[in-house]
């Protein structure tokens, strides 16, 4: 069996950004509900230090660089005032 990264699948999907973003989320939110049940406390920093960099990784992934007001086009118009 060959493993796939999460980036072949995006390519294979043709996913947008938000539903990148909202995977991104979903795969975050998921390693955080694992780290909550962890006891070992050195597991629990390598989580917790994996947890960041996934988090960390997955913004530097999505945000165009010098884009710190950057969402995805479908949501800009998200609160109807657009």
Do not use: C, Y
Request: glycine share 4%.
């Amino acid at each position: 069996m060959t493993d796939v990264t999460a980036e072949q699948v995006v390519e294979e999907l043709r996913l947008t950004p938000l539903q990148v973003l909202t995977v991104r989320s979903l795969q975050a939110h998921m390693l955080a509900s694992d780290l909550e049940t962890e006891r070992n406390d050195r597991i629990f920093e390598e989580k917790t230090s994996n947890l960041h960099r996934f988090v960390l990784q997955s913004v530097a992934d999505l945000v165009p660089v010098g884009g710190a007001g950057w969402i995805p086009v479908e949501l800009e118009t998200f609160d109807g005032s657009s």
